[in-house]
């Protein structure tokens, strides 16, 4: 396996095996590689990073729980030493579908890789349903960078708010003390659950002049239910389990404008609110990575408005079974972990059956094996297998949850450190100081940090 950057690269050297390009190093992307592991196959890997992002537990991140390496191998790590890769660092910004090439930029350089299958695994970003403008006031939670930046924005609260209270400026101080989470989703749940936990454990000794735990946490969700995909008995546990945490869940209410100092809610018939907070999250709506629709308009290929393609059953584009699309990139899927390691890996053993001469084209089926939403130390909600019957709340969920993603974690060393920060919030061992080395530990200059949008 060799990593080379694109700025270097020309097309790969012929060996008449066949070439596969893999756009992404998600979840898709990766499943998609290991699928074609013992495949007579030459597979370049073209991803934005070097590493694969376990996005699950981005919010720990951005939360000061663990440092981002912990959660982003790199991806000659996740893929073991696979011999039929070479990875390459650089963006996809373009295809020529007759010259069957895909074009990548690094270093402002552009580079062609030609493919006899292409397969696009390159997720989603964040959606503003149309108010861009919002994402400077309220940013989102995709990549490391965005999880970096929201932890110097969540503890340069707590900062303000202690200096503004010093100087007798109260106003101030409870407007610091304000974070608004837009999206009761799983990164909703998760960021408002830890929110609460650092205000009412880890903080509570570490100010002079502020009470953390009177800080305000509000989850506001458009919909009637906190976690719209699960039912509502589960949201009604979601919604009890986040009260007796403190976070005021706002159900029906719309984001309507958000500024530096405020965001102002919507319910139906009623006057619009305007709260003042320094600190508002998005963790709404998601927008497939623009290079799908650039491919669909080349490839004749339809896109929905939130940017995924419709592709056939065995998840090539009509028309071009050559042409592949994977993960959160895809519609009428869900856009969670599981469904993009499934996508991936049936492309990749298509591709295989493919070069021993079996062109079949089995459709996809999506396995739902179950789903969680941690929420904090012994709570959670969620449920087992596809029909949705065998549901889970509080510390089984919790349990539950902590042990898919353990066992999903690439790494041996990251599952210890994972588990270890664990044990840490479940006991009451993690402290203020240790939170303080993880937030402080390489901390950039975050308005300096380019954030990731798809
Ligand atoms: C905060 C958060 C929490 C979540 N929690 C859960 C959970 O608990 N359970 C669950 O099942 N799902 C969860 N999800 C959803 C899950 O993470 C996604 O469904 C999954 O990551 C999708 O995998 P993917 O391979 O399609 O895309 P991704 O994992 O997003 O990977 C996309 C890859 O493409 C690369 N890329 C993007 N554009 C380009 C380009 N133009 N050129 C080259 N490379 C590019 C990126 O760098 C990245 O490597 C969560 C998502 C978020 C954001």
Not at 131 to 150: I, S
Not at 339 to 367: C, F, K, W
Request: glycine fraction near 10%.
């Amino acid at each position: 396996m060799s990593v080379e950057s694109a700025q270097n690269t020309t097309a790969p050297v012929a060996t008449g095996r066949r070439r596969v390009v893999i756009v992404g190093s998600g979840f898709g992307g990766i499943s998609a590689a290991k699928a074609l592991a013992d495949a007579n196959v030459e597979i370049t890997l073209i991803s934005k990073t070097d590493t694969f992002l376990f996005v699950p537990m981005l919010y720990q991140v951005a939360t000061g729980m663990i440092a981002e390496q912990e959660i982003a191998p790199t991806i000659g790590e996740v893929l073991g030493g696979q011999d039929n890769v070479r990875i390459v660092q650089a963006e996809v910004t373009d295809i020529d579908v007759d010259g069957k090439a895909v074009i990548a930029t690094a270093d402002e350089q552009e580079s062609r890789y030609p493919y006899d299958e292409v397969i696009f695994a390159a997720g989603a970003g964040q959606s503003y349903f149309g108010n861009d403008h919002f994402a400077e006031f309220a940013p989102g939670m995709k990549t490391v960078e965005d999880a970096l930046y929201l932890r110097s924005l969540i503890f340069d609260s707590f900062d303000r708010a202690e200096a503004a209270a010093a100087a007798g400026r109260m106003e101030d101080a409870r407007k610091a003390l304000t974070f608004v989470v837009v999206g009761a989703g799983p990164t909703g749940l998760e960021l408002v659950g830890q929110l609460a936990e650092i205000c009412h454990r880890t903080l509570v000794d570490s100010y002079q002049h502020i009470d953390t735990t009177q800080a305000r946490i509000l989850l506001v969700e458009g919909l009637g239910q906190v976690m719209p995909p699960f039912s509502e008995k589960l949201g009604r546990s979601a919604q009890r389990q986040l009260e007796e945490l403190g976070v005021e869940v706002r159900l029906n209410s719309m984001a309507t404008d958000v500024d530096a100092e405020s965001i102002t809610l919507t319910v139906k018939g009623q006057e619009p609110e305007r709260i003042e907070a320094d600190t508002k999250i998005w963790a709404a709506g998601v927008q497939a990575a623009g290079i799908g629709k650039i491919v669909a308009d080349k490839a004749g290929a339809e896109a929905d408005r939130a940017g995924r393609i419709t592709v056939q059953d065995d998840l090539t584009l009509p028309g071009h079974p050559e042409i592949f699309f994977v993960g959160d990139m895809v519609a009428k899927v869900p856009g969670v972990a599981q469904n993009a390691m499934q996508t991936g890996t049936h492309a990749g053993e298509t591709i295989a059956r493919r070069t021993v001469g079996l062109d079949s084209t089995e459709p996809y089926e999506y396995h739902d094996k179950g789903s969680f939403a941690i929420i904090a130390r012994g709570k959670g909600v969620g449920y087992i297998g596809a029909d949705k019957k065998f549901e889970l709340t509080r510390t089984p969920a919790w349990l539950m949850w902590l042990g898919i993603h353990l066992f999903y974690l690439p790494g041996l060393r990251n599952r210890a450190v994972a588990l270890k920060s664990w044990v840490a919030d479940a006991t009451g061992a993690g402290s203020s100081k240790e939170l303080e080395q993880v937030r402080d530990a390489d901390a950039p200059d975050m308005r300096q940090v380019e954030r990731g949008q798809a």
